[in-house]
């Protein structure tokens, strides 16, 4: 009886892990750029015609391919690729170019810019369009790579989606930060980041503003300061879908409005219980949090579905 029952559930079993086959190949591919080459993941599905290619561009601080760092391990970007290869849309999602230098680069870090990071989108974009191996290319820009996404995609692509990016310049995102969190540091922020705004580099600042102000830092955000993500989407004569989710605790779904609102012929979607990193949260604040940390959760179906739609709809 232990036999037959053995039996039967490796036979209710095996038609489910037929099913979940990979339907596209998967290879590391590095791109040579004037400032260093960038490593990503490169996914194609296996059908005997050209198919779309979205870039992903990944969000702030040292990111890597899958969307984690040293502290945070949550697979998002990693999620959404495979997702969309599925799908038969190609991928390419890259490492952080800070990611590529040693601790011994440190003068190379520093020397990193706002700037940078477009130049080697652009790059990026070039190498792909230059094989002549996809129907069209789309960027999609996480977080901050929305802003540097939107700024490469300018005459390069054949389309644009911002997932969960700011509508506002990064000062005014960081001043309501400094006000949530510590509020007694709002006017020597302000302060800071005006000097900053005009290009100049602050000396001497509260002591408690040194992780945010610290003057490695200082250059790359007088770099990312002088651009206004309303100002850049407008640029696009591309199509351009805006994606935020309800549940974001990092970029607010005015964002996203006031995106949509510069570029008027851009599709709006507000994905319901979605969070910053794309995972589906029911609950309260600690299980939005908790999820940074969780690779094991997927990314929510919905945000996938409404990708693919875009793209495929590009002419």
């Given at each position: 009886m232990k036999y037959k029952i053995n039996i039967l559930i490796f036979s209710l079993i095996s038609p489910f892990l037929f099913s979940q086959e990979?339907?596209?190949?998967?290879?590391?591919?590095?791109?040579?750029?004037?400032?260093?080459?960038?490593?990503?993941?490169?996914?194609?599905?296996?059908?005997?015609?050209?198919?779309?290619?979205?870039?992903?561009?990944?969000?702030?601080?040292?990111?890597?391919?899958?969307?984690?760092?040293?502290?945070?391990?949550?697979?998002?970007?990693?999620?959404?690729?495979?997702?969309?290869?599925?799908?038969?849309?190609?991928?390419?999602?890259?490492?952080?170019?800070?990611?590529?230098?040693?601790?011994?680069?440190?003068?190379?870090?520093?020397?990193?810019?706002?700037?940078?990071?477009?130049?080697?989108?652009?790059?990026?974009?070039?190498?792909?369009?230059?094989?002549?191996?996809?129907?069209?290319?789309?960027?999609?820009?996480?977080?901050?790579?929305?802003?540097?996404?939107?700024?490469?995609?300018?005459?390069?692509?054949?389309?644009?989606?911002?997932?969960?990016?700011?509508?506002?310049?990064?000062?005014?995102?960081?001043?309501e930060q400094i006000e949530k969190q510590a509020p007694f540091l709002k006017d020597e922020t302000i302060r800071v980041l005006a000097k900053l705004k005009n290009g100049n580099l602050v000396e001497e600042f509260n002591p408690m503003l040194q992780s945010l102000f610290r003057k490695s830092v200082q250059p790359f955000l007088i770099s990312w300061i002088k651009y206004n993500p309303q100002e850049e989407i407008k640029k696009l004569i591309i199509p351009v879908l805006i994606i935020n989710g309800s549940k974001d605790i990092q970029v607010k779904i005015m964002d996203a409005k006031l995106l949509h609102q510069a570029k008027k012929d851009s599709q709006l979607e507000i994905i319901e219980n979605m969070n910053h990193l794309f995972k589906e949260i029911k609950g309260d604040l600690n299980e939005n949090m908790n999820s940074y940390t969780n690779p094991n959760l997927p990314v929510m179906r919905n945000l996938i579905t409404k990708i693919v739609t875009f793209v495929n709809e590009i002419e």
């Amino acid at each position: 009886m232990k036999y037959k029952i053995n039996i039967l559930i490796f036979s209710l079993i095996s038609p489910f892990l037929f099913s979940q086959e990979k339907n596209y190949t998967e290879k590391d591919l590095s791109i040579p750029t004037n400032s260093v080459t960038i490593n990503g993941t490169l996914l194609i599905p296996l059908i005997n015609k050209k198919t779309p290619l979205v870039i992903l561009i990944p969000g702030s601080g040292p990111t890597d391919r899958n969307g984690n760092n040293v502290q945070m391990i949550n697979n998002s970007i990693k999620y959404v690729a495979e997702g969309l290869a599925k799908k038969n849309i190609a991928t390419y999602r890259f490492d952080k170019s800070v990611l590529s230098y040693t601790q011994n680069n440190k003068e190379k870090i520093d020397s990193i810019t706002f700037d940078t990071f477009i130049k080697e989108a652009k790059t990026v974009i070039k190498y792909f369009k230059n094989t002549g191996k996809y129907s069209k290319i789309i960027v999609a820009g996480h977080s901050q790579g929305s802003l540097v996404g939107m700024i490469a995609s300018q005459n390069n692509t054949d389309g644009f989606i911002s997932l969960a990016g700011a509508g506002r310049t990064i000062d005014e995102v960081l001043v309501e930060q400094i006000e949530k969190q510590a509020p007694f540091l709002k006017d020597e922020t302000i302060r800071v980041l005006a000097k900053l705004k005009n290009g100049n580099l602050v000396e001497e600042f509260n002591p408690m503003l040194q992780s945010l102000f610290r003057k490695s830092v200082q250059p790359f955000l007088i770099s990312w300061i002088k651009y206004n993500p309303q100002e850049e989407i407008k640029k696009l004569i591309i199509p351009v879908l805006i994606i935020n989710g309800s549940k974001d605790i990092q970029v607010k779904i005015m964002d996203a409005k006031l995106l949509h609102q510069a570029k008027k012929d851009s599709q709006l979607e507000i994905i319901e219980n979605m969070n910053h990193l794309f995972k589906e949260i029911k609950g309260d604040l600690n299980e939005n949090m908790n999820s940074y940390t969780n690779p094991n959760l997927p990314v929510m179906r919905n945000l996938i579905t409404k990708i693919v739609t875009f793209v495929n709809e590009i002419e």
